[in-house]
């Protein structure tokens, strides 16, 4: 399959301050990106879909000023949590997929701890 | 609302045996269904796709069926190991490759 790399795959940082996760996709051209969270004890929720230049689309209930999404390059897109708090620490995913894939193949994942 | 529901949410078993878990999801339009293994702290390791007009796949000791008109999909595990034991998540493709997820499965299979 194809390969997806996210970084950083742990982070901490504190409350008010702004964190960046990195989406890549090594070995094809990603035309649309997904991000994802998953709660402790929490299925994977769908946050965002972004498609290369152009803005994300959030889905209902996610904040777009807070959870910044760009997709600026066809390997490459970032998640920037804004002014971070305590209740935004989570697992954070990410999935790519190509032009002619029928399926997103996903990052490792970033554990977000805000303290 | 797009809605995937597994069953059971945990399950413990002796080593060798068949295991069956079950998903279900709202609304029939779907693009695929997915089945992916999780480990603790870990990501996502994909196991089965099934496209919408596939009604199975198989992949070594795994089987994954998927009926469209109930909407549901099966993942059976043939003689469980210990290795098997992780959380199994289940999820719902639409056209546009969003992926809706249940809450998993959690498997523990203990020698």
């Known amino acids: 399959g194809a390969v997806v790399s996210q970084h950083p795959s742990r982070v901490i940082c504190k409350s008010g301050t702004s964190v960046k996760i990195e989406c890549r996709s090594l070995?094809?051209?990603?035309?649309?990106m997904f991000w994802y969270r998953q709660f402790p004890k929490q299925s994977l929720m769908l946050m965002a879909t972004?498609?290369?230049?152009?803005?994300?689309?959030?889905e209902q209930g996610v904040e777009k000023d807070k959870f910044l999404i760009n997709h600026a390059s066809l390997t490459l897109s970032t998640l920037t949590v804004t002014s971070a708090h305590p209740e935004d620490s989570s697992f954070y995913i990410c999935?790519?997929?190509?032009?002619?894939?029928?399926?997103?193949?996903f990052g490792q994942g970033t554990r977000l701890t805000v303290v | 609302k797009q809605e995937v529901t597994q069953i059971p949410a945990a399950l413990s078993v002796p080593e060798g045996e068949n295991l069956v878990l079950n998903c279900s999801f709202t609304?029939?339009?779907?693009?695929?269904l997915q089945w992916f293994r999780q480990d603790p702290g870990k990501g996502l390791t994909s196991l089965l796709l099934i496209q919408s007009s596939q009604r199975e796949q198989t992949s070594g000791r795994l089987n994954a069926s998927l009926d469209k008109s109930s909407g549901r999909s099966t993942l059976y595990i043939a003689a469980s190991q210990p290795g098997d034991s992780a959380t199994y998540l289940c999820a719902k493709g639409s056209t546009l490759g969003r992926l809706y997820f249940g809450r998993g499965t959690q498997l523990t299979v203990w020698p």
């Open positions: 972004s498609n290369e230049g152009s803005k994300a689309t959030y």
């Open positions: 999935s790519a997929m190509g032009r002619l894939f029928t399926e997103a193949f």
């Open positions: 609304d029939s339009a779907i693009y695929n």
């Open positions: 070995d094809f051209q990603a035309t649309t």
